[in-house]
């Protein structure tokens, strides 16, 4: 028999005694408080001697049902969750699972949930997901920051994502233009997630797809339309919010965003205009007025007005139309700060390495070099369609050499500072990484350059062509009575301009397999590329480098000697894995990955055959294989795709056969053989001269060439011989 404790009395009636709310003084001091009753201050405001005040307990709000509802729809009234069922049959398992509609269900938790298959015709319901999901926001916002974290000072982004997870990581509940930019982002992120609620059922996660043969396309496809529809929700929530009428850096960095998603695939650029007009707009506005000093100097003397005049610069070029900007507008969006002073010395490289300056500031100084360079360029090259007589000619000047010789000056800038970086500080510093980044994103804008000038060279000689064809044809003898004539001497520099052209062309492919391979070696951080810097600068070019790499000849076909074919293959192979690689996210890439994946399979049963042919076959009839290849090579059925045939196709996925990836064991292989530490060599690309001059002459004649060609001063003989070769193509 227990005893009781001496001076314990057990009462049966004792009864709890009731609790009142908490007051507001022993609440922040996180004291206890007592009272006796609701209407009496607490004991221990009396002792003090202050007034005792209650907010009194807050009401929950009611429960409308619409997150149950919703996940009804999605998961189906009666479903229960797959993949606790399958744990709770494992031995050793005890575990329950609660349905959907019961009131402990924690829709966070759907990443490791197996949902009910969701098709391409259940867009709504995966955009439904998005809502009910706070995690996938997060998941996708994180998506945009994950490639590089040497990202571009164009915000604040350490207080976007502090008020992101204050609004308990939705959107909707964000305070004025965060919520904006959240949504913006998430469109960006779901061109790279692999989240089911992107991809549909059996999405793959991405750390897996890196060694694994598998079509890329197909996964473009699959997002393609939960994408668009993710674009269009953003369109709606800045136009909700008055971005186009609100001048603030926050509205100008949301309508350069959207202006890039929405004008991705489109060549005439107009689809994104209204956004780009309405960022100058809002950044003319901020520096004009003084009532917006504190944006006024963020916009200047940040990197979002340089990002402005930067866009401005790209898209007049590549759409061959004047910038918009004037030169007034450039240097206030500029800053004092950030005027163009030329290339950065050494000096201030070491400067920037020991950080006695921002490491911005030689990254910038090399960009502003290129952009003097395009942005001249494009107002020089701009169509004037009201124009009925044909414009001057763009080349009859020495603009073009100088322009070559400023685009050497900066390739050479950027070579002699990538060779410099790892002498100077240890691999393992942050610096080292983020020169090294932003000095092979820096390449990019050189490229595009070559790029522009050999477009431009091509068309104005297209142009010619077509004006020759519409000229009145005279008599051989008037034509020798006359001399030469001017059309022929323009025709004959704008060859030797092609010619030159070409080599920078072919030099420039080579050069973008490197760094895009250097750059990016890894699936997730080539995905990254096309949402983040490579898409907006290079995505316009990407057709004609991977033709001109592909149709560069090598030295078994008669090329330069330091260009073998199996480097040629293999830096095809380098191009063909960024591609697929951006083919996760875009569908549109699909032509330019088919036509790699058939150049490069012809030129590796080129390897096979000639190596067949070294071992078994007289030199005669190696002669005549190497011969039928390279004709192979010119009436082939492989066309390069064109930027105006890559259409961004938003509708339903068809399944497709699954294609072998060739590459899969060189994914996150180290670059070896002609490029050593991921560089480029300096020297030219020389080359056997080729017979596209000679063509030229043919398609505007329709004529054969005689065996014994005159060079003479003749009406088919080009009046300049030194770049032209009179060999005999046999």
């Known amino acids: 028999m227990w005893n009781s404790t001496p001076g314990f009395v057990l009462d049966k009636n004792t009864r709890k005694r009731k609790l009142y709310p908490t007051c507001d003084t022993c609440k922040l001091r996180r004291v206890r408080c007592e009272r006796e009753s609701q209407d009496q201050a607490c004991l221990k405001c009396k002792d003090k001697g202050i007034q005792c005040t209650t907010a009194g307990p807050k009401r929950r709000k009611s429960r409308t049902g619409k997150l149950i509802e919703q996940a009804k729809v999605l998961y189906g009234k009666d479903a229960e969750n797959a993949a606790e069922i399958s744990r709770s049959n494992q031995p050793g398992t005890g575990l329950s699972t609660p349905s959907c509609d019961s009131d402990t269900y924690d829709t966070r938790r759907f990443d490791s949930m197996a949902a009910h298959p969701l098709t391409m015709d259940s867009v709504n319901s995966r955009l439904s997901l998005a809502e009910i999901v706070s995690t996938l926001s997060s998941q996708l916002i994180g998506e945009y920051f994950q490639p590089t974290h040497f990202r571009q000072p164009l915000y604040r982004w350490n207080n976007f994502l502090e008020e992101f997870e204050e609004a308990g990581r939705r959107p909707d509940q964000m305070a004025g233009m965060g919520g904006v930019l959240a949504h913006v982002l998430i469109a960006y992120g779901a061109y790279a997630s692999d989240s089911p609620a992107i991809l549909g059922p059996g999405a793959p996660k991405m750390r897996k797809l890196e060694a694994e043969e598998i079509d890329f396309i197909h996964w473009g496809r699959q997002r393609a339309a939960v994408c668009q529809s993710l674009v269009d929700r953003a369109v709606r929530a800045a136009d909700e919010h008055g971005v186009f009428h609100v001048e603030c850096n926050e509205s100008i960095l949301i309508l350069l965003l959207l202006e890039k998603l929405v004008d991705h695939g489109d060549t005439s650029g107009r689809r994104g205009r209204p956004f780009r007009v309405a960022a100058f707009g809002h950044a003319r506005t901020l520096c004009e007025t003084d009532c917006h000093i504190h944006d006024q100097t963020e916009l200047q003397g940040g990197g979002l007005g340089w990002n402005l005049y930067t866009r401005d610069t790209l898209q007049a070029a590549l759409a061959e139309r004047k910038p918009q900007l004037e030169e007034e507008d450039v240097d206030k969006l500029r800053g004092p700060k950030l005027r163009p002073l030329g290339l950065p010395t050494a000096e201030l490289f070491y400067e920037a390495l020991s950080g006695n300056i921002l490491v911005w500031i030689p990254i910038i100084r090399v960009w502003d070099h290129i952009l003097e360079m395009i942005r001249p360029f494009a107002a020089r090259m701009a169509k004037q369609p009201s124009a009925k007589e044909p414009s001057e000619d763009p080349f009859a000047d020495s603009f073009l050499r100088e322009l070559y010789h400023n685009l050497d000056e900066a390739e050479q800038c950027i070579q002699h500072m990538q060779s410099r970086l790892h002498h100077l500080i240890n691999v393992a510093h942050p610096s080292y990484m983020f020169f090294q980044f932003y000095w092979n994103a820096v390449n990019f804008g050189c490229m595009l350059v070559v790029f522009l000038a050999h477009r431009s060279v091509e068309r104005e000689l297209q142009r010619l062509n077509d004006r020759a064809d519409r000229a009145h044809l005279v008599t051989l003898d008037e034509l020798v009575e006359l001399g030469l004539s001017e059309h022929e001497k323009l025709r004959a520099r704008l060859l030797q301009l092609k010619q030159e052209a070409d080599k920078r062309m072919q030099k420039g492919a080579r050069r973008l397999a490197a760094v895009l391979w250097a750059m990016q070696n890894s699936l997730s951080s080539r995905t990254g590329m096309g949402i983040m810097e490579g898409i907006e600068m290079v995505y316009e070019t990407l057709p004609t480098f991977a033709k001109s790499l592909c149709t560069m000849p090598s030295r078994e076909e008669g090329g330069s000697g330091d260009f073998p074919l199996d480097t040629k293959i293999q830096e095809i192979g380098w191009l063909l894995s ?152 046999d």
């Open 578 to 729: 960024t591609y697929r690689s951006l083919g996760w996210s875009w569908a549109d890439m699909a032509d330019s990955v088919r036509y790699l994946e058939d150049q490069h399979s012809r030129f590796v049963a080129m390897r096979s055959g000639l190596s067949l042919a070294l071992d078994q076959q007289p030199l005669a009839v190696l002669s005549d294989f190497l011969a039928s290849s390279n004709t192979g090579c010119a009436s082939g059925p492989f066309d390069s795709p064109t930027a105006a045939s890559m259409s961004f196709s938003t509708g339903a996925s068809t399944s497709a056969g699954t294609l072998s990836d060739p590459f899969a064991q060189i994914y996150g292989s180290p670059i070896t053989g002609q490029y050593p530490d991921a560089s480029v060599l300096s020297q030219s690309l020389s080359h056997s001269t080729s017979y596209d001059d000679l063509q030229q002459w043919l398609n505007m004649f329709q004529d054969q060439l005689p065996p014994a060609w005159d060079s003479g001063r003749t009406g088919l003989s080009p009046p300049i011989t030194s770049g032209l070769s009179t060999r005999s193509p």
